[in-house]
């Protein structure tokens, strides 16, 4: 044990969990009165020290954080919700989350949902249909402590947890452009949501500064749903335009691209070069591997839950934007050395 | 429209949301008062008969469905809630999802705050730490709706929904036997789970009907973590048992270990046939394509949310203990015709 003794500490004497003791040590209803004793007992003999947040901690709290977003089954939220879920119960926070199902309505509801449940804070990622954002101003209208990551609304004064879109697209086009490729095909995403749209300005600045056209017709708007990449790669095949790259929206349609790509005897990354998006697990696998960009899901789930148990510790936290740096990870289905 | 004219029907025509004409039929507080007049208007019109879920339905609901599941990183999982909120949503149900992250103390605090936001039933699947199941009984003596899936409790009295997980296992095993393999490793999951008890249950009587020794040196007692799977492989190549096949916990793990074999310089199938389990989207692109078990895990989502709305529009809901099926994908990674 070091010099300042940690919440983890007392747990690990107490053979206790640590969502345990921090709830002890902020006087939680959940916790037995006999097991709060014996934490405070403790915590005054190591000469336990709260840290700033555990001190403002004020009374009337449910020590719930609600969470909303777009689909649970999108393995970006499903790894942005394990930064949330880690972040929060070291705090001693459990989390509720609701899933609009990418319906705005479903997502009008969620907000009531999670107002009605007094959780303490809310972590927002918004739907693909949400133009009309009144539900959400009436949260920060309340002060309710509120952090959008990923999908946020540029027109709300709020918090807000983004990664480099437009940076890291930029990056990975120049990649392709400087290892000789000209006709890159760009699988974008849906153009309301504002990640999509600073990736394509990524994609076209990056053109822009080779002078390399942009061809309308290599982009392609699609909607998130793997149920069309064939379709798409018939489209590219189709057009006679001799792509020789391929930038898509995420991993699973890159690796069904190659897959379809191959089946029409033609050659990865010799013809076409392949970058994916979000460097899943499985994508250093196959074969080739596949190039991709690091999207930074657990790390932005963190950083939002912090900047939100910040705020929620402290009435006059100022507005906040946080970006987070994503990587490209260059393997083989882009270049070959 | 046809002859029984639906909510959709009735969305359609009015240019609102199915969940929305739902919720106006059953007098929710959240839809407004001139739109409830509309819908019922129309509804009068049309001469639209409401299902028998519909009819029982009783106020003082809040139209809300608790979930509790390990860990929404978890394909199956994620899978699976989309499954829930399908259903949920067509019969104008929100989902509240609580995220145990596989401990049972956080599991516990998961029960009491759904209760507290008045959840109108739960479904659950316990943690991989749940052995005492009181919190859970407390919930069955409350008589509030619950449905468990995948990950039960066998000593609980409760509606169930589960996949043919010995049948599978069995299957697939067999698959592996009669095409010649003869030492066939086994990844399982952790014990103290239903699911996981049950799926190597399958792969021992197997191997028993075709009288082929039951080696435990080949069955990895495994955490579902993916750091492992060069320890594993390591160890299967060190164990000089000369395996000619490997069942694996799930895709990712089946995957990896593939990568593996091949860096090794040996054939998967020829000297090592691999077959996985999740039937993940991107499964059939590898080279070679992985056969698997095709896991119904949206299904059983569904299933246990129809069960759950029956049982929440009717007091009398006898107990029910589904058995959803798994499918058998053979493809090229276990056998070469």
Same mark, same amino acid.
């Given at each position: ?30 916790? $037995? ?25 004020? $009374? ?12 649970t ?5 499903? $790894?942005?919700?394990?930064?949330? #879920?880690?972040v ?17 309505? &479903?997502?009008?509801?969620?907000? #009531? ?25 009436r ?19 709020s ?48 053109? #822009? ?18 149920e ?13 335009? %001799? ?5 898509? &929206? ?12 191959? %089946? ?45 148990l #910040? ?13 987070? $740096? ?12």
């Open positions: 044990m070091g010099m300042n003794p940690t919440v983890k500490d007392i747990a690990a004497k107490l053979n206790l969990s640590t969502s345990t003791v921090s709830r002890a040590l902020t006087d939680h209803p959940d916790v $037995k009165k006999e097991t709060k004793r014996l934490v405070l007992k403790l915590a005054r003999e190591l000469d336990y020290q709260p840290n700033p947040i555990a001190l403002s901690l004020k $009374k009337n709290r449910t020590y719930i954080l609600g969470v909303i977003i777009p689909e089954s999108i393995s970006f939220f499903s $790894k942005a919700i394990s930064g949330i #879920q880690e929060a119960s070291k705090a001693g926070y459990q989390v509720m989350i609701c899933s609009s199902h990418d319906s705005v309505d &479903i997502e009008r509801q969620n907000v #009531q949902t999670l107002l009605n449940s007094r959780v303490d804070g809310l972590i927002i990622s918004v739907s693909r249909e949400t133009q009309d954002v009144n539900h959400l101003a949260i920060l209208d309340k002060r309710l402590p509120t952090v959008f990551f990923d999908r946020i609304c540029e027109e709300l004064q918090t807000q947890v983004v990664a480099d879109n437009f940076a890291i697209t930029f990056r990975a086009t120049e990649h392709l452009i400087t290892t000789g490729r000209k006709r890159i095909a760009y699988i974008a995403g849906p153009q309301n949501l504002y990640n999509s749209r600073k990736r394509l300005e990524g994609y076209k600045a990056a053109l #822009q500064k080779y002078k390399l056209p942009i061809d309308d017709d290599l982009i392609i708007a699609s909607h998130y749903e793997g069309n990449v064939k379709t798409y790669t018939d489209y590219l095949f189709n057009l006679n335009r %001799q792509i020789d790259a391929i930038f898509a &929206i995420n991993d699973r349609t890159a690796i069904e691209m190659i897959h379809l790509i191959k %089946q029409r005897q033609v050659k990865v990354p010799e013809d076409i070069a392949v970058v994916g998006f979000n460097n899943e697990r499985f994508s250093a696998f196959f074969d080739p591997p596949l190039s991709s960009i690091d999207h930074p899901a657990f790390e932005m789930g963190k950083t939002a839950t912090e900047l939100l #910040q705020h929620i510790a402290d009435d006059q936290f100022p507005i906040q934007k946080k970006v987070i $740096k994503s990587d490209l990870i260059i393997r083989e289905s882009s270049f070959k050395s």
